[in-house]
């Protein structure tokens, strides 16, 4: 490590003679790489520490020897299964706009800002369709990476005339590798807007300065497109942050151009430099916010109040190594860790008498604050979009490493030999902190693992920066500083993934390549065979949103870009769903034909209503041959069909019952469920548990430390397909009753868990009249809401005579529709016919008839219908939201707006309305205009077109640079060079 350091950084510049260069003079590539070469290194030790904690954690391909992945939480559940649907949309030429991969259907557009809007995200098209995980691995790695060269950058360009680099290399690898850049970052899409941050950072000190708006403008909009979420965070942030930088430095640092009422010029260009940010990104922003009309906002309910979320002491300990405490509940605290140094260095920042007192006393209200909004509810609320975190608590935590990391950057950079008593005074304050810490067990901050690696990085340190603040020879030093931070924030990483992955878990490699394989074949064996429209789904379950991955439209997916409405209509027709997710697990020959199940993918006999169609190893697919198409024809009695029939029946059974009964118009309700008579108030026999009747339920309490069990016995008709369904109490839907449900002494056995049991599940037919049904209570209590039955049977001649009538006239979709398309045919008998959809309620749809609109109608608090008269039509259904021409219209406008500001820049600052809109002007040399001062001109005079048009450097910086100590001054040559770099303004490089 200490030979590529010396080789990388202290190696003397050389003479070059080459055809292109004169002795002594450098090419402008060779300039460009001897100032900026080194932030290579910015990149390269963050990946590099990354790639080795993943060896550790067994990641394939890294390790050949490891069976692990990064799927861990969200990426698991969610993203791994969201990026593979990118995929299919750039490789099989889909949609954007709409997906039927996901609870029926519902607009993707949301979707897509919530979770691949990234550009970066494009990188898993660049993979073979069977190596997604080696796809996460390289993004992930590379926003690492990117992370730390953009903080590198950053420093680089604040730093002065003369950048300490191996001290810029040190600060960009602990800002990569914080916590927060480790634990979260199977959340990739936070990642942007910790890779942009320094950036948008950057472009608000130049834009305050110089008036130059490129780069703000440019990596705001970055951020916001690449996540809306956290980039309405940095929007915050960056408010904040204006007024800090502008009021905390003096009139000659922050106007050093001698600007004119410069706080008002400042705010308005920001302000609209922010605008066209969000008007940029305003196709990204107003889908979100159509998208969250489906039920994000009502997600949860927050209070309005002020009181402390965490304690403020376990906060603060969040800011040393390894302090991992819980990520996946609403107990979570932030993630604060960002190295050791930078405790030991911000003190030092706020003693240092080479820094305004006006500085120090900005950046410390702003470091309280964000403290604050780290654990105060209102707060909290107010960064987090006015709504709670459910778990990966501190989203906002990035912005508060991120100034605590300059700040120390700072300290170290003006420290001296007088720094020496701030520093061990420090770092005395912290091992008193430690030992305070290690007195309150704290379930989560272990002796060895924290106490002890918190205390040797304090003392050893302390005691290298001590070093480096005395000893002439600062080379070596801030070799083994860097080397000592690369050993700290590598076991804090590693011990905090550990963590991670004991409590969530991570995915194994082979489980998911074989989960997918296994099933992609016999999927796209079907498409092959019918290329119609129709949905699919699949009983082998790995996570929600397997059906974006195999391309099945179907019902089962998760998001946090909810449809709320749709949910709840499919756990009335009894599947196993709940707040923002589906679960395809069983269906029955009844709800799957209603909404359009054609196949189904099983490794099981799904009984005598599913024609097996082939079979594929284990696999066998099932044709539906009752399923309804997309639309068919129905009674205008369903359009009084809502809450109230479920809310007067508690049962899904009951519920389809009348469902059908109203589409066909029926005075009478059409019985195709009937249940099979058992009370279990009277028939049930009890073991280890007790039973009482309670607000209208029946509650079984088990009395055992294990399990309680309730049997019943019951007569049951010979050869019929049976149905269970447990209704638990409705208001008690939101606490999982684990159960399990054994059939005939162990004929048969079924387990639920996680809400499981609130489903229909099929248990097959039998020979034998008598039943005996066995639930073993899993979690003490369950609430039965229904207990005159829990068996349910199809009556076969209704059946088929009820899905004849409803195959009667019916939508024909024409080949290849695409989800956000359809076309067809449909033919009906009746003039102001209802034809009743399974198509999410959505305004986006637009349906038109023989060319003509036709009016959106809403059944079932949920779907969508329209009429049609009689006669052959043709059908069109697309999906246009006006969020989204709206969006796509403001967007195109808004970049048209920033080309023509970058072409005609020079045209508009010659109109005196739109001059504020324009850099800072100077006079130059010979009266011409220059963004150089006069005063400045001669010393930057050699420098390379693009690199004169830098800004200059601060009196302040200037003033500081000479005070520091440095034994890297170069020799007469080198000064030369060192004086031109001043404090660039902003570039087109960046």
């Known amino acids: 490590m200490l030979k590529i350091l010396k080789n990388g950084f202290f190696k003397q510049k050389q003479n070059i003679n080459d055809e292109n260069c004169p002795i002594g003079q450098e090419s402008g590539r060779r300039l460009f790489l001897r100032r900026y070469g080194y932030l290579g290194l910015c990149f390269a030790v963050p990946v590099f520490l990354m790639l080795v904690i993943d060896i550790f954690m067994e990641v394939y391909p890294v390790n050949p020897l490891g069976n692990s992945t990064l799927l861990i939480l969200d990426m698991n559940a969610q993203y791994v299964s969201f990026f593979e649907g990118l995929r299919n949309i750039v490789t099989d030429g889909g949609t954007y706009l709409y997906s039927f991969c996901r609870s029926l259907g519902g607009e993707f557009m949301g979707m897509y800002a919530y979770y691949l809007a990234s550009p970066l995200s494009y990188i898993v098209c660049l993979f073979p369709q069977g190596n997604i995980c080696e796809a996460i691995l390289c993004l992930l790695t590379l926003k690492t990476g990117i992370s730390g060269l953009t903080f590198g950058y950053y420093l680089h360009r604040t730093g002065g005339q003369k950048p300490r680099k191996i001290l810029v290399v040190m600060f960009s690898v602990l800002y990569a590798l914080c916590s927060y850049g480790v634990v979260y970052q199977h959340n990739t899409m936070w990642m942007d807007a910790m890779m942009w941050l320094p950036l948008v950072i950057l472009g608000t000190e130049q834009l305050v300065r110089y008036g130059r708006m490129r780069m703000f403008t440019v990596f705001l909009a970055l951020t916001i497109w690449s996540n809306f979420y956290l980039g309405y965070m940095c929007c915050l942030f960056v408010f904040l942050y204006f007024f800090v930088y502008y009021f905390?430095?003096?009139?000659?640092?922050?106007?050093?151009?001698?600007?004119?009422?410069?706080?008002?010029?400042?705010?308005?260009?920001?302000?609209?430099?922010?605008?066209?940010?969000?008007?940029?990104?305003?196709?990204?922003?107003?889908?979100?916010?159509?998208?969250?009309?489906?039920?994000?906002?009502?997600?949860?309910?927050?209070?309005?109040?002020?009181?402390?979320?965490?304690?403020?002491?376990?906060t603060l300990a969040k800011f040393l190594p390894a302090a991992y405490d819980d990520i996946n509940t609403q107990r979570g605290l932030p993630q604060l860790y960002c190295g050791v140094s930078t405790l030991l260095l911000v003190p030092v920042y706020f003693m240092?008498?080479?820094?305004?007192?006006?500085?120090?006393?900005?950046?410390?209200?702003?470091?309280?604050?964000?403290?604050?909004?780290?654990?105060?509810?209102?707060?909290?609320?107010v960064w987090h979009m006015f709504q709670y975190p459910i778990c990966l608590n501190g989203r906002n935590s990035i912005f508060l490493c991120f100034l605590l990391l300059v700040l120390a950057f700072r300290g170290l950079r003006y420290a001296d030999r007088h720094s020496v008593a701030p520093l061990w005074g420090t770092a005395g304050v912290l091992c008193v902190f430690v030992v305070i810490l290690q007195k309150m067990n704290l379930s989560w901050f272990d002796d060895f693992k924290n106490v002890a690696l918190s205390l040797f990085a304090i003392i050893v340190l302390a005691a290298v920066i001590n070093i480096l603040l005395v000893v002439p020879k600062k080379r070596l030093t801030q070799a083994v500083l860097l080397s000592l931070v690369c050993l700290e924030v590598f076991g804090s990483g590693l011990l905090n993934f550990i963590s991670l992955s004991?409590?969530?878990?991570?995915?194994?490699?082979?489980?998911?390549?074989?989960?997918?394989?296994?099933?992609?074949?016999?999927?796209?064996?079907?498409?092959?065979?019918?290329?119609?429209?129709?949905?699919?789904?699949?009983?082998?379950?790995?996570?929600?949103?397997?059906?974006?991955?195999?391309?099945?439209?179907?019902?089962?997916?998760?998001?946090?870009?909810?449809?709320?409405?749709?949910?709840?209509?499919?756990?009335?027709?009894?599947?196993?769903?709940?707040?923002?997710?589906?679960?395809?697990?069983?269906?029955?020959?009844?709800?799957?034909?209603?909404?359009?199940?054609k196949y189904v993918i099983s490794d099981k006999d799904l009984g005598s209503y599913f024609e097996s169609v082939f079979v594929d190893g284990d696999t066998t697919v099932w044709k539906n041959p009752y399923a309804l198409s997309l639309a068919f024809a129905a009674s205008d009695a369903v359009l009084d069909f809502g809450d109230t029939v479920y809310e007067s029946s508690?049962?899904?059974?009951?519920?389809?019952?009348r469902l059908v009964t109203a589409l066909l118009g029926e005075s009478k309700t059409v019985q195709l469920y009937v249940p099979v008579p058992m009370d279990l108030r009277e028939d049930a026999s009890l073991q280890s548990c007790t039973s009482r009747f309670t607000d209208?339920?029946?509650?079984?309490?088990?009395?055992?430390?294990?399990?309680?069990?309730?049997?019943?016995?019951?007569?049951?008709?010979?050869?019929?397909?049976?149905?269970?369904?447990?209704?638990?109490?409705?208001?008690?839907?939101?606490v999982n009753y684990p159960l399990e449900l054994t059939v005939n002494y162990g004929e048969e056995t079924y387990q639920f868990g996680d809400a499981d049991n609130i489903r229909i599940v099929p248990i097959g037919s039998y020979d034998e009249s008598e039943m005996v049904l066995t639930v073993r209570i899993m979690k003490k209590t369950l609430y039965v809401d229904r207990w005159d039955s829990?068996?349910?049977?199809?009556?076969?001649e209704v059946l088929e005579d009820v899905f004849t009538r409803l195959q009667k006239t019916q939508f024909i979709p024409d080949d290849n529709c695409s989800d956000s398309r359809l076309t067809g045919s449909l033919s009906s008998e009746n003039d102001g016919q209802l034809i009743f959809t399974t198509i999410p309620y959505d305004e986006g749809?637009?349906?038109?008839?023989?060319?003509?609109?036709?009016?959106?109608?809403?059944t079932c608090d949920a779907l969508i219908a329209f009429r049609v008269d009689a006669g052959d039509h043709r059908i069109v259904m697309m999906y246009r939201p006006s969020a989204f021409t709206a969006g796509l219209i403001i967007t195109l406008c808004s970049l048209a707006l920033c080309i023509a500001f970058l072409v005609l820049q020079k045209q508009i600052a010659r109109v005196p309305v739109l001059r504020i809109l324009s850099p800072v002007p100077v006079p130059g040399k010979d009266g011409q205009k220059t963004d150089i001062p006069q005063e400045d001109a001669p010393a930057l005079k050699d420098l390379p077109e693009d690199l004169a048009q830098?800004?200059?450097?601060?009196?302040?910086?200037?003033?500081?640079?000479?005070?520091?100590?440095?034994?890297?001054?170069?020799?007469?040559?080198?000064?030369?060079?060192?004086?031109?770099?001043?404090?660039?303004?902003?570039?087109?490089?960046?």
């Open 248 to 314: 905390g430095h003096d009139r000659k640092d922050r106007n050093p151009l001698q600007e004119k009422n410069h706080f008002l010029k400042s705010f308005t260009r920001i302000g609209f430099c922010s605008l066209v940010a969000l008007g940029v990104t305003a196709l990204i922003l107003l889908t979100t916010v159509y998208s969250m009309q489906f039920g994000k906002t009502t997600y949860t309910t927050p209070k309005y109040i002020w009181e402390f979320k965490a304690d403020l002491l376990d």
């Open 352 to 381: 240092s008498p080479k820094i305004r007192g006006r500085e120090k006393l900005a950046h410390g209200l702003l470091i309280l604050f964000m403290l604050a909004s780290l654990t105060v509810s209102m707060l909290i609320l």
């Open 502 to 597: 004991n409590e969530v878990g991570q995915a194994r490699y082979s489980r998911y390549t074989s989960f997918i394989a296994g099933l992609r074949p016999s999927a796209n064996e079907i498409r092959a065979r019918d290329t119609g429209f129709y949905r699919m789904e699949k009983t082998a379950y790995r996570h929600k949103n397997d059906n974006f991955a195999l391309r099945l439209r179907g019902l089962g997916g998760s998001t946090s870009t909810l449809n709320r409405e749709t949910i709840s209509f499919l756990n009335k027709m009894g599947y196993s769903s709940r707040s923002h997710w589906v679960k395809y697990l069983d269906g029955g020959v009844v709800n799957d034909s209603l909404l359009g199940i």
């Open 650 to 657: 508690q049962n899904p059974f009951e519920y389809m019952n």
């Open 696 to 734: 209208g339920h029946l509650l079984f309490t088990a009395t055992a430390d294990s399990a309680g069990y309730v049997t019943v016995s019951c007569e049951v008709p010979t050869g019929k397909e049976l149905f269970f369904y447990c209704p638990a109490a409705a208001k008690y839907l939101d």
């Open 790 to 796: 829990l068996l349910y049977y199809v009556d076969d």
């Open 845 to 858: 749809w637009q349906i038109f008839v023989d060319g003509e609109r036709a009016e959106l109608l809403k």
């Open 950 to 990: 830098d800004g200059p450097p601060s009196e302040e910086e200037t003033r500081q640079d000479e005070e520091i100590p440095d034994e890297e001054v170069p020799g007469e040559e080198d000064r030369t060079e060192e004086a031109r770099e001043g404090d660039p303004g902003e570039d087109s490089r960046a």
